[in-house]
């Protein structure tokens, strides 16, 4: 593997296979904190349509969100930082799987907050919402939870022309879809933020046949509070509820596939201070959350670290969304990213060596 080579020559001790398929590498020397630097790398699966010399060669799948351009800037730092004199010693989380929300877990549960014990942690994010050369790092939730809920209403099948012999769950489904979102509207606090979407609906085989069965998706989002404890029993008192009604029955399944990212008070404000030495405080954007998740979370959950969003759009146009097959990044947002982890790292084990 690319990342476990390049590692491996620096001098870094590697370990693969953490977590299934993530890289480890530790500079190991000056005793002191030890502190953690993650870079997620898996893709999607989305055909790219992107005509440039660096588009994905894998048929159906690509980097549409920038985590090639993690890895980049983690490699990056990992050079930067392995001949040089720090007062602690440095991990690199080279992270599979955050977009299932299962990669940081997994890492997690083979150790790699341990041996040595990681004191702090800090990633990046490249951000098309934001023009390359700024950079956003706040304290606090900013990214939400994810959680993933699945609903399958038994019903009654029968002919369409006959809908009174029939408990239709296609009907049952639409009703669901609207009895849910009132659960933003009447059952959350309005001060705290919450989405909840339905985005798969399924049901049916034939125009004339009201099918016994109709299956929804969708997805809960908070930053925490009393709507993300409530959420599950919510969904499902929901579900089970508009079902009954209509005669029918409610199979549910929820899951919770990431926690709220919450960026630490004090490393929020070292990395923040970082930012403004690289790009002056006018270009450092306050403010800026997003109810998309990360699996970073679980890291950030164990030991006290920021996340900060890199501005990576080209400044003079409107950059492609994240998850799109036009998704692209100004590369002078690689330097800034690397340039802000490096010097954070260093910051931190100079601050706690004193």
Request: charged share 20%; hydrophobic share 40%.
């Amino acid at each position: 593997m690319l990342i476990a080579e390049r590692l491996k020559a620096l001098g870094y001790s590697v370990t693969t296979g953490v977590g299934r398929t993530g890289v480890v590498g530790l500079r190991d020397g000056a005793r002191g904190s030890c502190v953690l630097v993650r870079a997620d790398m898996d893709a999607l699966p989305v055909e790219e349509a992107n005509d440039v010399p660096y588009r994905s060669k894998h048929p159906g799948k690509m980097h549409a969100c920038g985590h090639d351009g993690h890895v980049a800037i983690g490699l990056e730092v990992a050079r930067r930082l392995h001949a040089a004199y720090l007062p602690g010693r440095v991990k690199f989380a080279f992270q599979p799987a955050e977009e299932v929300s299962d990669g940081a877990e997994a890492m997690i549960r083979d150790g790699v907050l341990d041996a040595p014990k990681v004191d702090a942690a800090f990633g990046i994010h490249l951000w098309n919402d934001l023009p390359a050369g700024t950079i956003s790092v706040m304290p606090g939730p900013v990214m939400a939870s994810v959680d993933q809920f699945e609903i399958t209403i038994v019903g009654r099948g029968g002919h369409a022309a006959a809908p009174q012999q029939a408990i239709d769950p296609v009907l049952i489904a639409s009703h669901l879809v609207t009895a849910l979102q009132s659960l933003v509207s009447r059952r959350r606090n309005p001060f705290e933020e919450g989405v909840v979407s339905v985005t798969q609906i399924n049901a049916g085989h034939a125009f004339n046949v009201i099918p016994e069965r109709a299956e929804l998706r969708g997805t809960v989002r908070t930053f925490g509070g009393k709507f993300y404890d409530e959420a599950p029993h919510l969904v499902e008192a929901t579900a089970h509820g508009i079902a009954g009604t209509f005669g029918a029955s409610a199979q549910v399944r929820y899951r919770r596939l990431s926690k709220p990212l919450v960026n630490d008070a004090k490393m929020a404000a070292l990395m923040h201070d970082v930012a403004q030495e690289i790009v002056t405080p006018e270009r450092v954007i306050d403010g800026i959350r997003t109810m998309g998740g990360e699996d970073m979370s679980y890291f950030l959950a164990s030991v006290p670290g920021a996340f900060a969003f890199v501005g990576s759009a080209p400044p003079e146009r409107k950059g492609a969304p994240h998850h799109s097959p036009t998704f692209d990044i100004d590369e002078d947002s690689l330097v800034v990213g690397a340039e802000l982890v490096t010097r954070t790292v260093v910051r931190y084990l100079e601050t706690t060596s004193r």
